[in-house]
Each structure stands twice: as C-alpha cells, then as structure tokens.
C-alpha cells in the first residue's frame, strides 16, 4: 500500500512555492496568459507532455492505456483589490486569487510531480484540465468540445475547490446535485409612451414590468414543487425617460437557477407564459429571452462515496463531512460531470481559533496546509480509480 501522505509530502514545498508565485500574478478570466507560461514551463520541466487549446486551457497527459483519470484546476482571478498583507500578496493592482483558483492549478502541478515519478507504475493515464475563465465564460466547455477527454476517453474525473468554512485537514462531499444549472434572463416590456399627464392615451411598460416582476415571484413559491429549488431574480430594471413620460419600453435582466435540467426546462417555460401573459394583462407585451450558461453539477453518486470513503481511510472519518444540502451557485465543473463521472469536493482551508473567511474576499487567505490535503486526496483517489471502472 502506498502512503499517500508521504508521496504528496514529497512535493509540498514545490507545490507550495508554485502556489506563492501563482498568487502573486493573478490574472483575470481570458487573460491568463504568464499562468499558462508557468504551467507549460513546469510541464517541460517534469517532461509532461500537454497540448493547449483554443481558449488558454492546457490537458497534459501521464502514462498510456485505453482509459483516463482527469483532474480539473481553474487558474482565472477576481477582479478585488487584495488586503491579505502577505508578503506574497497580489502584485497585479485590483487582481487577486480570492477565490483559491491558485491552489487548485497549483495541486494540478504538484499532481504532475507526483504522478511523472509514478509513470511507469501506472494502470492507465492521468490527464491533467488546467481549465480557464470558470469565473466567467466557462473554459471548460471549450476544452471538452476540443477532445480533451478523449484519446484516450477519460471514465472518471475529479476537481477541487477550497472551503474556507471547513478547518483544514478535513474534506467534504456531496453524492448527487451539487450546484445549479444557469439561465440568463432578458424581457423587454413593450408598451406605448405619451404624456404622463394623460395616461390613457398610452401603455405604461413601467406599470407592466411591475406586473411581471411580481408575477413571477409565483413561478418558485406557486407553480414548482417546494421540493425543486428554484430561483427567478430580476436584477436589474432600465426604462423611462422622464418623470412626466409615460414609459414605452421597460428592460428587465435576471437569473434563474435550478438544480437539474428537466426542471430547467420547465422553468423556462413557466417564466416565459407568466411574462408574457402578466404583461398581456395590462395591455403591453413581453419579449422574452433565455440564454442557458453553466448546467446543473450531479456528481456521480458511486465515485463520491468512493472518494468520501478514500477521504476516509486517508485523513480519518472524523475529518470527512458527507453534505446533503445543494447550492444555487454555479462552477463550471458541470461540464465535466456530463462529460464523464465526476466528484467534484472541498478541503478546509480555516485555521483552527481564527475567524471564519470567506471566498470573493479581500482578505481570503487560506491556511496552506489544505495543499497537504489536496495532494493526499488527489494521490490515494486516483490510485484507487485505476483499480478499474466504476
């Protein structure tokens, strides 16, 4: 039996001083080009071969077989100025890893290490997804449609994030729904403008907006089931002109997000009628626009018990949590777990008598004895996979 504590504690110190470098040049969503030249330059370094895409992303591949392993690491920033005060703190102004996408590219390199010096032991190939813009247009998408998960076909793939809710040395999974599916939300309430002293002569789009906007607060509380989360915010209201101009045309952007796709469909069409016919009420008309963003994130149910009980053997029971509960928020790891079994879980980056942190902030500075943590999981879950097929 390996110790797999001991193999990642063999590349600790280099992923760690990767992770600094990475920290210190934060670079935003499609624009994370010194992050790829890093990347690449620690890959010839370890001669791993790789390939990059269209949008930035990089697979390297380790070892030969007819199946694959993945492990997906986002690599984009935030757009926050930092306020950590560490000496490794952001040098790019208003650019900062405050959501810990730099740990999981570096755990992807120090992945590598691990599993290059492994290579010949290995029963099937491990592909590495240094994966861009999670924060924004979704580079795993892009990656997957440009073969990254083939040749060869990867069966099972894993991804990381950090959790500054949970203390470190511990994890937590998730079997089934993990995130929600995203839909964009575009109407244009379209009514007819006159005088604001004479009303009648025109369609208020303002009054009919509000009659939309209170109307589809019935989609979530009155047309789905209590048991389906679902969520409808309108955020943002443009329209009118004047104080004494009846309003023409309203525009309204919003949200909307659920937790699997045959409840997205029905959403989306619940939103649309509701719209439309609240609008219709008062005499206007509603256009109404869906754009689908992210899918609903299902991790697989098999591999993250699997991954748990690993979790469990490796750190001990007391320091894996099993969730149950979901979370409205989106990654873009979804695209993975459609294209593959996935299982997608946190490791604990709060220091034990500290104050909470939280992600998207200023002063999120993970304690980085989750690194020891990640590469662990990361070095007993994969050799646990190439045990063969779920």
């Not at 990656?143 to 959790?163: K, N, R, S, T």
């Amino acid at each position: 039996m390996k110790n797999h504590l001991a193999i990642a504690q063999s590349v600790l110190d280099n992923t760690v001083r990767l992770r600094r470098e990475l920290h210190q040049y934060p670079e935003l969503s499609q624009q994370e080009h010194r992050t790829q030249a890093l990347i690449m330059a620690r890959l010839e370094e370890l001669g791993v071969s790789y390939r990059t895409h269209s949008n930035g992303g990089i697979t390297a591949t380790i070892g030969h077989g007819s199946r694959a392993v993945g492990i997906r690491g986002d690599m984009d920033a935030l757009p926050i100025e930092e306020k950590t005060g560490l000496p490794y703190a952001s040098k790019n102004p208003g650019v900062m890893h405050a959501c810990g996408h730099d740990i999981h590219t570096a755990l992807l390199l120090g992945a590598a290490q691990m599993f290059k010096a492994q290579e010949e032991e290995l029963g099937c190939a491990v592909k590495l997804f240094f994966q861009p813009a999670e924060e924004t247009v979704g580079g795993a998408n892009t990656m997957i449609l440009e073969g990254c998960m083939e040749d060869p076909a990867v069966d099972a793939v894993l991804g990381i994030h950090v959790a500054p809710t949970l203390a470190v040395g511990a994890a937590s999974f998730l079997p089934g729904k993990m995130n929600a599916a995203v839909i964009e939300l575009d109407i244009t309430v379209q009514g007819k403008g006159c005088h604001g002293a004479h009303p009648e002569q025109g369609v208020d789009a303002i009054v009919a907006a509000a009659h939309v906007i209170t109307a589809l607060q019935t989609v979530n509380s009155r047309r789905t089931a209590p048991t389906e989360p679902v969520v409808v915010t309108i955020g943002s209201i443009e329209g009118g002109t004047g104080r004494n101009i009846v309003a023409g045309e309203v525009h309204l952007k919003g949200t909307i997000r659920v937790l699997d796709m045959d409840t997205a469909r029905k959403v989306k069409d619940l939103v649309t009628k509701t719209a439309q016919a609240a609008a219709s009420a008062v005499g206007a008309e509603a256009e109404v626009t869906l754009v689908d963003d992210y899918p609903a994130l299902v991790n697989d149910l098999a591999l993250t018990h699997l991954m748990a009980d690993v979790a469990k053997t490796l750190l001990g029971a007391d320091k894996v949590v099993l969730k149950d509960t979901p979370s409205l928020g989106a990654d873009d790891f979804a695209y993975f777990a459609n294209a593959a079994r996935g299982c997608y879980f946190s490791i604990g980056t709060a220091t034990p008598g500290e104050p909470l942190q939280s992600l998207h902030s200023a002063v999120f500075a993970p304690n980085e004895g989750c690194i020891l943590t990640g590469l662990g999981l990361l070095s007993a879950g994969v050799w646990k996979l190439m045990e063969g097929p779920l």
